[in-house]
């Protein structure tokens, strides 16, 4: 029996370290009812947890602000130029 | 002035359909409303400007050049993005593997951190609005990011950018959604911990 069978008998139930193997599932919205519940539980009593998850979906949000600042202002004009010299007059294939 | 793609993908339909039909200002226009999401993932996974500008020129010709092809089984942008992922996947394919994160020793950082891991945490995710505004963030990102593996990098930035399904993902890294699942989790794990690391001016190691 795994361990989460061993849970499951008295109900989902989530600590610290068991929250960090279900960070994934839980901000992608793949946790089964039950332990998405028992999640909700643990991190509405615990303001660590709150913290780390807060990190954990806040660093790729991020990451993706980041990069759309360093986009160049003048990209748009030099890439139609660019694709307009190529492919303005065909048609796309079919 | 273009509007807000991922907000308008039925515009991007409309706009599919006419360029399909040879309109080409309407395929300009898509070109208008996803030029700067595609360059900020291809700078985000290959971390140069200059090969980011080629992959964005190169997914657009593709995208011209097949876009009879489109069915529109998956959102535009979706089938964009996928595009523009084999280009950068591509180019690093051609590389010589780097020695970054996959050497970064995370679990055992996790497991031997006492009864609870998370002591001493920095609140920099606290407020989100101001950190966007942050240089130190900024850097500490840049950093974080330069020290994953461009794998780690390309999935966690497929996923924030477009929400690529974990089949997508599993598909173009060729292995098992389970296998795709956990290892995005484990990148995004190494990212929040570097970034932390990073805001609280500890040395790269």
Redesign the interface.
Known sequence: MSARDDDKKDGWQVDCRKLVGLLGDYVDEQLPDDVRAAFDDHIAQCAPCVAFLRQYRFAPAQARATLLQKVPVDLESRLLTFLGDRVRDRKPES | MSRDAAAQPNEDEALVSA??A?D?PA??EL??RH???V???A??MLRN?AEA?EV??ET??SA??????FRGDARFSTWLYRVASNHALMRLRKKKPEPQGDSYDLEPR?STAG?????A?T????R?DD??QSRE??GA??A??DRLTPEDRSL??L???ESAS?EDLAHQFSTTVPAI??R??RA??L??QL??EGLRGKPPR
């Open positions: 360029a399909q040879g080409y395929f300009e070109v208008r030029q700067k999401n360059y900020a993932l700078l985000g400007p500008e964005v020129q657009f010709l011209f050049s097949h876009l009879g092809t996790l009864a609870s891991p998370f002591d945490l609140q920099w995710a606290r989100p950190a966007l963030v900024e990102l840049d974080a990011l966690i930035l996923r924030a950018f974990h699942k956990s995005l989790h995004r794990l990212l929040r970034l932390d």
